[in-house]
């Protein structure tokens, strides 16, 4: 039996950053956005990694690291970053799952 059809790492990266700029604004403050977008090219950063185990907390499926990835966008300032969503996707082409912890909502 063949396993899943998996996204690459890359192509569900660039999914979770477009479901961000597309739930945005419905999830963010204006200052929030207006910094994002001022700062984004020479600050932003998108970040993929292994999800960690905060997860368990906010969704009720067991997350195995080899069909989901994390990722990270935010500012990275001199003095802190700035974190503005923390995104589950699921890398499964037949199933489809997105969750998103939005900045201030953690």
């Not at 500012?75 to 969503?85: H, T, W, Y």
Request: hydrophobic share 40%; proline share 5%; charged share 30%.
């Amino acid at each position: 039996m063949a396993g899943p059809r998996l996204y690459s790492e890359e192509e569900v990266t660039h999914q979770a950053y477009d479901i961000f700029l597309e739930l945005a604004p419905d999830n963010l403050s204006e200052q929030d956005i207006n910094d994002f977008n001022e700062h984004r090219e020479e600050l932003g950063f998108i970040e993929e990694s292994e999800p960690d185990d905060q997860w368990q907390d906010f969704v009720a499926l067991e997350i195995e690291p080899e069909l989901f990835v994390q990722v990270l966008v935010g500012l990275e300032f001199d003095n802190q970053d700035i974190l503005f969503a923390k995104i589950l996707i699921s890398r499964d082409k037949d199933a489809p799952f997105c969750h998103i912890l939005w900045k201030d909502s953690e």
